[in-house]
């Protein structure tokens, strides 16, 4: 197999994998999850592995720390600073992993030892892989987490992992891979599941590690968007196959290859631009694929695609794909552009929600979390509101209380004239919710069919009535009849998600609430899930909650928009205002940190802690973590005041312009 | 290009065929006993409670294929139609054990609070006490019969499976589908018989077979000690109880029959339930 790298490039690259191939053996199937995968990291190099679940990324991590599962077939080579990883024995393994290569897990909490405290994980592991006493080791863990962000690294070090938000765990995570001072870092993963403000933090620190010290940093993500901007080369993988390698830059600007291409337009873009969906979904290979894996989903597949497979081929020195009609077209045109919102009428409200509380008590003792402090909202039908905020907002909380599976502690919500509280069986159903969990919020052991007329039931349906009602909603999902019969674990996370808008449907309900329901689907499967929900949304006959950690989704399809912070609304405006001209700190925050793709960040503001760091005793809420904090803000509560079209809860507002353009 | 394998470290058990095994042994087990009970009076000459008047502590062979007991009663009649008595017992107290216990588990784990507290406490008490003394007891209280005993060991049983359905519940009604389900507007009997019902009772599948068993073993003890089933009903317990005495006179063929039928099906009734379990674990990996 060829290899696109240069001799130069060759003489400092510290892993090169050749020609990669993994077959998996188990009784009664057997996968080809890596087939031919080339690629190469250098020392201070960060390349970026991305592609959707299931195209082989986090097996290409394992066969480089020589981890591969059990009844695995590998051949090729993994190169690693002259050796190869697949030939090593138990003891050069050892040494390899750790000091050569270290990964950092997806999920660092269940990769932290729960009963041992996280400072003595990381001491136990300098002792025995750096061979340091214990006096130095704890200095050398205090510097670490140091380096990594983490403040008062001495108290962090008697912390359990339990103790930890995400964000810090994730950085606990990142201290114990460098700690060993490998050549070359391993990132599965490493920001999912953590909110915008933090995804940037962590991935500034990869990038931090190959400056400073020089290693070698493979980051593995689905979001190609988002770990661009810290990527030196990315290398995208589609069904164990790698179908375009080179320099990130480029790559997200003009990707060639129709995958690539299809990735980023999957994404939604905070600057409006429209998401295109690509229909279909990854094969599951059973041996080496024969043609291109990519052809029935791609709009320029010819019949060279479907008979052959494509070979690598360079199209610039360090820019290669494996694709036999690359596209040259910059990206940017294909999604820019205004999306049209369907002029809808504007009706009834249909939510009314004044001045709500929720206080959860914990169970022993006295005390509990107040997850909303004083929330006010009116919907219409029609109209589409989108929530936005970080984890830990009161994001879920709301939709919660809208739904009546909470109680308001103070305030009063009314869905469609009537108080949650008083709602009747059949009045409760016209509020509908879609889940964040497609699969996990289907009972398993119901068909599909059940799930979806089971708001019917409770509105007392005939079953006649209800097959005709289930059947007219599965159309619009565009999704088979066949499929009613069939249970949950049967579903890909695409067709559970169909379902779950179904069911919300198929009562024609006033109110939908959407809760974070593209999180958990890979990004060209979110992408035609939005396009259903954008249609959902869309309807006059009811209005829509869009709730999201994502701020690009949610410009999509909201009419106007709310920005919680720690159960506060801090901002409220119509979309477009608050987007284009965000007014609160805490806003323009969240907008500066979501990734835009091929644009340079404008002068942002930068929070100063994370949110599990601040807490707010009384004054403004943001106060702990705000850069323009003055006495005024931590000694006055502040409440939404008119700034233009929208509001926000922030009395600088005027001077922050300015403000911002000093710091 | 030399090809690196990376070789299975686990045992062959992962692939479900050990789990498959085990199953069809104790279900084979179990069905034959079944049968052997059901058709009993096509397989023997002699009632069970008939007495032959030619003779007493015959030995094996000839007329009586196991010999007689003290009483003239002919033992292989004996043994085959105790299986009925002790098989349906055992199956029977199990099932009303996880009827009642499921419901008491539903309902302390879903509605919780008071409910929670007062039934769970109740269950408490049930299992402060060893199983078979509290067996002991209450079989004391209600006296013996087919019936009562059926309650005695039903009623010693359903605790552990009120706990093991309410730890179940408490984790499931967190679950995702529950809110669906609440949002579809299901009232809360719905919930506990449509979602909560069916996605609990796997580990009740796995643990029923082990513990019909274990509740043969419970009927036998019971009537060994004589408050179960009395003379001249055909009970295996009651039978060996009988026949210990002539053991020591070298007369095995009273009591040794009875104790391997009892042995066999404890058997096929643990390998069923191991085999179970096998797959139920096989499946969540």
């Known amino acids: 197999m060829p290899s696109e790298t240069s001799t130069r490039e060759q003489a400092v690259t510290m892993l090169d994998i050749q020609d990669l191939s993994v077959v998996i053996h188990r009784p009664g199937r057997q996968v080809a999850a890596l087939s031919n995968v080339s690629f190469s990291v250098a020392p201070g190099e960060v390349v970026g592995l991305v592609g959707e679940s299931g195209g082989g990324k986090s097996m290409v991590a394992r066969a480089i720390v020589g981890m591969l599962p ?37 999920n660092p909490r269940g990769a932290l030892s729960p009963t041992r405290t996280v400072g003595r994980q990381l001491i136990d592991r300098l002792v025995t892989h750096q061979e340091m006493t214990g006096e130095r080791a704890r200095e050398t863990a205090k510097e670490l987490f140091e380096s990594v962000g983490i403040r008062n690294p001495a108290r962090r070090l008697e912390a359990y992992p339990h103790e930890l938000s995400g964000g810090m765990a994730q950085r606990v995570m990142i201290s114990l891979a460098t700690g060993c001072a490998p050549g070359l870092l391993i990132a599965d993963e490493p920001t999912t599941g953590l909110d915008v403000t933090l995804t940037r933090e962590i991935l500034r620190q990869f990038r931090h590690a190959a400056d400073t010290d020089g290693r070698g940093v493979l980051l593995i993500s689905h979001d190609l968007a988002s770990i661009a901007e810290v990527c030196d080369r990315v290398v995208v993988l589609y069904a164990g196959t790698v179908v375009e390698t080179g320099p990130a830059a480029k790559v997200l600007r003009e990707p060639a290859h129709p995958y690539t291409r299809a990735l980023l337009r999957s994404v939604p873009d905070v600057g409006g631009g429209r998401v295109v969906a690509t229909a279909g979904g990854m094969p599951l290979m059973t041996a080496a694929p024969h043609d291109c894996p990519f052809a029935p989903r791609c709009a320029h597949a010819g019949d060279d695609c479907r008979s052959t497979r494509p070979e690598t081929t360079a199209l610039e020195p360090g820019w290669s794909l494996a694709c036999f009609h690359p596209q040259q077209a910059p990206l940017a045109e294909a999604t820019s552009g205004e999306p049209t919102k369907a002029d809808t009428r504007i009706g009834d409200v249909v939510l009314k929600i004044e001045d709500a509380h929720v206080v959860y008590r914990s169970r022993f003792g006295s005390g509990g979390h107040h997850a909303l402090r004083g929330v006010s909202l009116e919907l219409k039908t ?51 919710m879609v889940f964040q969990d497609p699969i996990g919020s289907l009972s398993p052991r119901r068909t599909v069919g059940d799930s979806i007329a089971e708001p019917l039931r409770a509105a007392k349906v005939s079953t006649a009535e209800r097959a005709k009602k289930t059947e007219a909603a599965l159309a619009r999902m565009e999704l088979d009849g066949s499929i009613l019969t069939r249970l949950p674990h049967e579903l890909s996370g695409g067709q559970a998600q169909r379902i779950g808008i179904a069911r919300a449907l198929v009562g024609q309900p006033d109110l939908i609430v959407f809760d974070e329901p593209t999180s958990a689907l890979d990004v060209t499967v979110q992408a035609q899930i939005l396009d259903v929900i954008a249609d959902v949304a869309a309807d006059a006959g009811h209005g829509s909650v869009f709730i999201s950690h994502d701020l690009a989704t949610v410009r999509g399809f909201a009419d106007r928009v709310v920005v919680l912070y720690l159960g506060r609304v801090v901002e409220e405006g119509p979309v477009d205002e608050v987007f284009d001209r965000p007014k609160h700190p805490y806003t323009r925050a969240l ?45 006055q509560e502040q409440t939404l005041q008119s700034y233009g079209e929208s509001r926000a809860a922030c009395w600088r507002v005027p001077e922050l312009p300015a403000l911002i353009e000093k710091s | 290009m030399a090809a690196i394998e990376m070789t299975p470290v686990v045992s062959v058990n992962r692939d479900g065929r050990f789990a498959k095994a085990l199953i069809y042994i104790g279900g084979g087990i179990l069905v034959v006993a079944a049968l052997a009970a059901l058709l009993a009076p096509l397989l023997t000459k002699w009632g069970p409670t008939e007495i032959d008047p030619s003779g007493t502590l015959a030995a094996p062979g000839g007329e009586h294929l196991l010999g007689t007991d003290g009483n003239g009663m002919d033992v292989w009649s004996r043994v085959l139609h105790a299986a009925r008595l002790d098989l349906g017992i055992a199956v029977l107290a199990v ?78 009604r967190e679950m995702q589908y529950i809110d669906a389900a609440k949002t579809s507007g299901a009232s809360t009997i719905g919930i506990m018989w449509r979602h909560l019902l069916p996605n609990s009772l796997t580990p009740v599948r796995v643990i029923a077979p082990l513990n019909c068993g274990w509740a043969m073993l419970t009927l036998a003890g019971l009537s060994f000690l004589g408050l179960g089933v009395t003379v001249p009903t055909a009970e295996w317990g009651s039978m060996i109880s009988l026949g210990t005495s002539d053991v020591v006179a070298g007369r095995w063929w009273t009591s040794v029959p009875p104790g391997l039928a009892l042995l066999v099906c404890v058997l096929g009734f643990s390998l069923l339930g191991e085999g179970l379990q096998e797959r139920a674990d096989a499946r969540r990996r």
């Open chain 2, 95 to 172: 099932a009303l054990a996880v009827v009642v216990g499921t419901i008491l588990g539903l309902l302390a784990g879903y509605l919780g609070g008071w409910v929670d507290d007062v039934l769970m406490r109740i269950v408490d008490i049930f299992q402060a006490f060893p199983t078979f003394i509290l067996a002991l007891a209450v079989s004391a209280l209600l006296g013996g019969g087919f019936v009562n005993l059926v309650i005695t060991i039903a009623a010693v049983n359903a605790p552990a499976y009120a706990r093991l359905v309410r730890a179940e519940v408490r984790t499931l």
């Open chain 1, 591 to 635: 907008l500066g940190s979501a990734p835009r793709l091929g644009e340079t960040r404008t002068a942002a503001v930068q929070l100063v802690k994370d949110l599990d760091e601040a807490d707010a005793a009384t004054g403004c809420a943001l106060a702990a973590r705000c850069p323009f904090v003055t006495d005024t803000c931590r000694s």
């Open chain 1, 70 to 106: 059990s009844g695995s077939h590998a051949t090729g080579r993994v190169g690693f600073d002259g050796a190869d990883v697949l030939r090593m024995d138990a003891a050069d393994l050892a040494a390899h992993r750790g000091r050569g290569a270290a990964i950092c897990f997806q």
């Open chain 1, 382 to 432: 029609g109209e589409t509101l989108g929530v936005v905020g970080e984890s830990g907002c009161g994001k879920s909380t709301l939709a919660k209380l809208i739904m009546g599976l909470v109680e308001p502690s103070e305030g009063s919500v009314e869905v469609a004239g009537k108080s949650v509280k008083k709602q009747s069986r059949a009045e409760r159903t016209r509020a509908q």
